[in-house]
């Protein structure tokens, strides 16, 4: 897990706070503000933009097209953001979203990226060896299923839209959104039904 | 195992020997208050256009290896962040320590 900051952090923090704040740069309002707003931001948006996907197929069209836009007729604003690529994963491919160089993520419909998104061995592991890594995550992909591992960069985003499971016929976004975590998102799990499948 | 080329920059660690057989931890934690507010401070003074995040990556991707690997994710944004806003005389040298 990560470590906490160490003292002389937090006090490069105070000192550089305070010089911004003697210059009339920014003030702790502000940041407080902005803190906020980047808090409100979470996966729900990503899976209800995949939830849309798998009912509506125009949105689909406009979710593997333009990300941004999906975003944006979701709600999202995407104003200054890179553009935000969607990977359609089929019975035959699989995706993975890493960002090698650092932690590049698409944080408007996503929120924060999680710790081990941040990784080393994240970030070194899944280009080199992406069967192990979800392998050892619990998603054991067939030979069969290529996977394809994609760099997110700071001048452009990904995320996954995962194929929609069996015994999902009928349900509304809502609920299809419910079993669309994070993990699926960026290509570490596949979405579930939850509980054992009613008999047919 | 070691690298059979010397890797480019540190920053550059896709595919890295070193991490191979270091597991990915479920590390879901949200970013602490710290890291909260180093990031949104990058935020406003990207706003104010003060920094771009190719700048902040500049500063993140120059910090030597072993501070690199030593350092929280969120303190290297603010060894990047303080150096660039000493760097363009938005503060003094003293903000450094």
Known sequence: ?200 | MPDETPIPAIHDIGGLARFHCTPVEHDEAPPDAFGKKVDALRQVLAQKSLMTVDELRRGIESIPEGDYFALGYYERWLRSIAGLMVEKGIVGKDVLG
């Open chain 1, 1 to 200: 897990m990560a470590a906490p900051p160490r003292p002389e952090s937090l006090a490069l923090l105070d000192r550089l706070m305070a010089a911004l704040e003697a210059k009339g740069v920014v003030t702790e309002a502000e940041i407080a503000e902005r803190q906020a707003n980047t808090d409100k931001a979470s996966p729900e948006t990503g899976a209800r933009m995949v939830a849309r996907a798998w009912t509506d197929p125009a949105y689909r069209a406009l979710l593997l097209s333009d990300g941004k836009a999906a975003a944006e007729q979701m709600g999202v604003s995407m104003a200054g953001a890179p553009p935000l690529g969607v990977l359609e994963n089929t019975p035959a491919r699989h995706h993975l979203v890493v960002c090698t160089l650092c932690s590049c993520y698409p944080r408007a419909v996503l929120g924060y990226p999680p710790g081990w998104y941040k990784s080393f061995a994240y970030r070194s592991r899944a280009v080199r060896e992406p069967r192990v890594v979800l392998a050892e995550w619990g998603l054991n992909l067939p030979d069969s299923v290529e996977v394809r591992v994609v760099d997110s960069t700071a001048d452009y985003r990904w995320m996954v839209l995962p194929m929609r499971p069996a015994g999902t016929e009928g349900w509304d976004e809502a609920r299809l959104a419910s079993i669309i975590t994070r993990d699926a998102l960026v290509g570490v799990a596949v979405p579930k039904v939850a509980g054992p499948r009613p008999a047919a």
